[in-house]
């Protein structure tokens, strides 16, 4: 093998070891940006790229390269926090996929032409291919947790497509050299990869953006809780304060015999002592404040909620995550009921601890054809030009996931049950 097939190797490698990092990103949480864990990442891809290479320059051996392959694919997955299973069954995939392309493109262009560059274009057209699955899954993925195709995927799609296609036609070109086929398909490599990971990048800036815009909404709805919380404060202390008063005016009235008077002041007072009790008090503090927040804007809307909650002082998940979960459920659970007519307004809440479990269930009436579309998939009920649309019940899936638990949803004939299980961090 003589010094530019080396180079060339490098190079397409280097390709390969990108998408099997892109890969990881797809089945597995984001990594941590700790020092330690950015030099234990660099150290596995580092190695991820070496040993294939390595293997394919010294050993020249289909054997050889089909281990080192597999060995790549599973080393890639060593940083990331899984179990061992699920990254053996990660590293088992990736290196069938990189079999079945590597394959394809070999025995495609084996049969259109005998030119020395085959093997070049062989390898180019692997690699889109290798990009191409990477691609697919990662929608397929995004299609399972219920987000839809967007236009700017066909775009790229075609792109990537006509890298291929153009590929193949430099095979059948009898007239270009080897060096002018190698420039013209590294040159579309290059130009896929380019455009690729600039979606990618778009893509991620987006919804970083959103999230943005959730998170003021989610700021905001604390600084309302928090004022709420004062003027209950301050209601009570009202209510302390004056009570001497309060005894003082329905001992007079008792004394004249004036019992309807009476009735009627304790009636007031019970109504301004009930406006200012909270409607949950476990002792977990972001617990409390986001349901009794989201209570209060239920009855709000002329809504009935039934609630049964029972847990220990500290669940061990923090006032932020206990807001994006319960926050942007019960935010669904009253739009939803808000749209539909009757006396069937009603949302239920059960929460409890058990075995070190957190487990959260949430039903509420609703039009069914408001919540799932024709496919039974889950859409969001907010107006199509509300910026943040959606992105409720994606937060409440990331945040789930990142804790480990579990996060579904099933529906009927006007209800829908959205059900969270965490368990305890350890």
Same mark, same amino acid.
């Given at each position: 093998m003589?010094?530019s097939?080396?180079?060339?190797?490098?190079?397409?490698?280097a390709?390969?070891?990108?998408?099997?990092?892109?890969?990881?990103?797809?089945?597995?949480?984001?990594?941590?940006?700790?020092?330690?864990s950015?030099?234990?990442?660099?150290?596995?891809?580092?190695?991820?790229?070496? #040993?294939?290479?390595?293997?394919?320059? %010294?050993a !020249?051996?289909?054997y050889?390269?089909?281990v080192? @392959? $597999? &060995? =790549?694919?599973?080393?890639v997955?060593?940083?990331?926090?899984?179990?061992?299973r699920?990254?053996?069954?990660?590293?088992?995939?990736?290196?069938?996929?990189?079999?079945?392309?590597?394959?394809?493109?070999?025995?495609?262009?084996?049969?259109?032409?005998?030119?020395?560059?085959?093997?070049?274009?062989?390898?180019?057209?692997?690699?889109?291919?290798?990009?191409?699955?990477?691609?697919?899954?990662?929608?397929?993925?995004?299609?399972?947790?219920?987000?839809?195709?967007?236009?700017?995927?066909?775009?790229?799609?075609?792109?990537?497509?006509?890298?291929?296609?153009?590929?193949? #036609?430099?095979?059948?070109?009898?007239? %270009?050299? !080897?060096?002018?086929?190698?420039?013209?398909?590294? @040159? $579309? &490599? =290059?130009?896929?990869f380019?455009v690729?990971?600039?979606?990618?990048?778009?893509?991620?800036?987006?919804?970083?953006?959103?999230?943005?815009?959730f998170?003021?909404e989610?700021?905001?709805?604390?600084?309302?809780?928090?004022?709420?919380?004062r003027?209950n404060?301050r209601?009570?202390?009202?209510?302390?304060?004056?009570?001497?008063?309060?005894?003082?005016?329905?001992?007079?009235?008792?004394?004249?015999?004036?019992?309807d008077?009476?009735?009627?002041?304790i009636g007031?007072?019970?109504?301004?002592?009930?406006?200012?009790?909270?409607?949950v008090?476990?002792?977990?503090?972001?617990?409390?404040?986001?349901?009794?927040?989201?209570?209060?804007?239920a009855?709000?809307?002329?809504?009935?909620?039934?609630?049964?909650?029972?847990?220990?002082?500290?669940?061990?998940?923090?006032?932020?995550?206990?807001?994006?979960i319960?926050?942007?459920?019960?935010?669904?659970?009253i739009?939803a009921?808000?749209?539909?007519?009757?006396?069937?307004?009603?949302?239920?809440i059960?929460?409890?601890?058990?075995?070190?479990?957190l487990?959260?269930?949430?039903?509420?009436?609703?039009?069914?054809t408001?919540?799932v579309?024709?496919?039974?998939?889950?859409?969001?009920?907010?107006?199509?030009?509300?910026?943040s649309?959606?992105?409720?019940?994606?937060?409440?899936?990331?945040t789930?996931?990142?804790?480990?638990g579990?996060?579904?949803?099933?529906?009927?004939?006007?209800?829908?049950?959205?059900t969270?299980?965490?368990?305890?961090?350890?």
């Amino acid at each position: 093998m003589n010094v530019s097939e080396m180079l060339f190797s490098a190079v397409i490698e280097a390709f390969r070891t990108a998408i099997l990092v892109f890969y990881t990103g797809i089945f597995f949480l984001p990594l941590a940006n700790d020092i330690d864990s950015k030099r234990k990442r660099s150290a596995a891809y580092l190695a991820a790229y070496l #040993i294939p290479l390595i293997a394919y320059i %010294l050993a !020249q051996n289909v054997y050889i390269n089909v281990v080192a @392959t $597999f &060995l =790549s694919c599973l080393i890639v997955a060593l940083p990331v926090k899984a179990g061992c299973r699920k990254k053996l069954f990660f590293a088992f995939f990736l290196w069938a996929v990189s079999i079945a392309v590597d394959f394809s493109a070999g025995f495609l262009f084996s049969k259109l032409s005998d030119k020395p560059s085959v093997n070049y274009l062989a390898s180019i057209i692997s690699v889109i291919l290798f990009l191409l699955s990477a691609l697919l899954v990662k929608q397929l993925h995004q299609l399972r947790d219920g987000e839809t195709l967007q236009i700017h995927f066909y775009f790229l799609l075609l792109i990537l497509l006509s890298g291929v296609g153009t590929v193949i #036609i430099l095979t059948l070109e009898e007239e %270009l050299s !080897q060096k002018a086929c190698l420039f013209i398909g590294g @040159t $579309f &490599l =290059s130009l896929d990869f380019m455009v690729f990971f600039l979606y990618e990048t778009l893509i991620s800036n987006a919804q970083k953006e959103k999230d943005q815009i959730f998170l003021l909404e989610q700021t905001k709805a604390y600084e309302q809780l928090i004022t709420d919380s004062r003027e209950n404060d301050r209601k009570i202390r009202s209510l302390r304060h004056d009570m001497k008063n309060h005894l003082a005016e329905i001992g007079e009235l008792a004394r004249l015999g004036k019992t309807d008077e009476i009735l009627q002041y304790i009636g007031y007072a019970a109504r301004e002592l009930a406006d200012a009790t909270p409607q949950v008090s476990t002792g977990v503090v972001g617990l409390d404040g986001i349901l009794n927040y989201k209570i209060r804007e239920a009855a709000a809307n002329g809504i009935l909620v039934k609630k049964k909650i029972a847990v220990p002082d500290s669940v061990g998940i923090s006032a932020y995550e206990m807001n994006i979960i319960i926050g942007n459920l019960l935010d669904n659970a009253i739009r939803a009921v808000t749209e539909i007519e009757g006396d069937n307004r009603l949302i239920s809440i059960l929460i409890r601890y058990e075995k070190r479990v957190l487990y959260i269930r949430i039903e509420n009436a609703c039009d069914e054809t408001k919540i799932v579309d024709y496919r039974g998939r889950l859409i969001s009920t907010k107006n199509e030009s509300d910026q943040s649309h959606g992105i409720g019940i994606m937060n409440v899936k990331r945040t789930v996931d990142k804790m480990n638990g579990m996060f579904t949803t099933e529906h009927g004939e006007g209800f829908f049950i959205a059900t969270v299980i965490i368990p305890e961090k350890t």
